[in-house]
């Protein structure tokens, strides 16, 4: 009897003076068996304290790496809550997260010229407005407290600050366009036809036009304008 659970047997048939015999030879498995298994334990206590050691690993470079996210994160909530755009997100090396940094600060610089310009715009706008504005005013109020003004004398100061009032949006919103840098599409114009739509419209009392015939000039540009 072999002590242990299995063994290895071979088994070889020889000839003997007595006639053929078998030869059987057994070696027990319980010491392979116990080796096998301290290696099975062995290796799954390693792989146990290799996955602890990894996951602590990733977890320290995980937050170490997303650190400087957090930060930007908290920089870009801040300059969202207080509306101050000349703030920055902080940056700081060449890597991607440096990059994305730069990236992120000069759309903000974009975004403040632009609300600079806005600004700008709009106090151009009110300081501009405020005189034509103040002369028709002005007009209206003289009319009311003097009704017998006469009726043309009122239509012509009306009509001069009509003038003036769309003289000044016009060249405000050339002013916007420029500033703003705003693409134009330019077109085909056939000045010509231009110069015949303008002859069609009424003139003023005393002013006569005249065209002859023109010949057709197409030029890239704006017809409305």
Known sequence: ??????????????????GPRTVVAALSLGGVELKVRE???????????????????AWLTAGRVLRPVERMRMRAAAITTSGDLSGRLPQAGSDEL????????????SLERSV???QRFVADAAHELRTPLGGLTATLEIAQRHPDTGRDTLVGELLAGHRRLSRTLNDLLV???????????????????????????????????????????????????
């Not at 440096?98 to 610089?109: D, E, F, I, K, V």
């Not at 231009?194 to 704006?222: F, K, Q």
Request: aromatic share 2%; glycine share 10%.
């Open 98 to 109: 440096s990059r994305l940094a730069r990236t992120l600060n000069g759309m903000l610089a």
């Open 1 to 18: 009897m072999l002590p242990g659970a299995s063994a290895y047997i071979y088994a070889v048939r020889v000839e003997a003076p007595g």
């Open 175 to 225: 002013l916007a366009a420029l500033d703003g840098r705003v693409a134009e599409r330019m077109t085909p114009v056939d000045l010509a036809g231009v110069v015949t739509d303008c002859s069609r419209r009424s003139v003023p009392d005393g002013v006569c036009l005249r065209t002859g015939n023109l010949e057709r000039a197409i030029v890239l540009g704006n017809g409305d304008r």
């Open 116 to 118: 600079d310009r806005q």
């Open 39 to 57: 290696a099975v334990l062995s290796t799954v206590a390693i792989c146990a304290v290799a996955l602890v050691v990894v996951g602590l690993v």
